[in-house]
């Protein structure tokens, strides 16, 4: 990795031309996990949190996110996704929860990004809704962990 993508011949910080990329399918998985008392835990499985249902709504919040991501991440492009997700683990053993998230597009630019920050924002989200019972959750994890499609091909974690 000799030269950065994301900054010019002067080390300006810039985005990347990637109009005459091909389009073609891509699509990443990312993952992380928030530990939390077994009481919260067991408050946020039996759905009797006072803000609501945590992982219905971490589940909204990460897809929310995913389509967001180029708003929050300055050199981000805005990708037309075609399908993002969260899944929401319960985790007695951590005790916590793992969450996965997904996000696909048919584009120039990959969606590791949006798989990132759909996960951290679902993460996030649990956090806000069940600090009020634990503030000492923890959130980690957080990483990519498998993409598809591009120009470098796939790659998983391993």
């Not at 990460?62 to 929401?88: E, Q």
């Not at 990483?143 to 591009?150: T, W």
């Amino acid at each position: 990795m000799s030269d950065l993508t994301h900054t010019d011949s002067s080390g300006r910080a810039r985005m990347v031309d990637v109009g005459s990329k091909p389009e073609t399918a891509r699509t990443a998985r990312a993952e992380g996990s928030i530990s939390m008392s077994a009481e919260t835990l067991e408050a946020i499985a039996r759905n009797a949190v006072t803000k609501g249902d945590v992982i219905a709504t971490a589940r909204i919040a990460g897809v929310m996110a995913a389509k967001r991501t180029a708003d929050l991440i300055p050199l981000c492009h805005p990708i037309a996704l075609t399908d993002a997700g969260i899944d929401v683990e319960v985790d007695r053993m951590l005790p916590g929860l793992r969450v996965t998230g997904w996000a696909s597009t048919q584009g120039r630019t990959g969606v590791e990004m949006e798989a990132l920050t759909a996960v951290t924002v679902a993460l996030l989200t649990i956090y806000d809704m069940a600090k009020a019972m634990d503030r000492g959750m923890q959130m980690s994890g957080v990483r990519l962990i498998e993409k598809r499609g591009g120009k470098s091909g796939d790659w998983n974690r391993d």
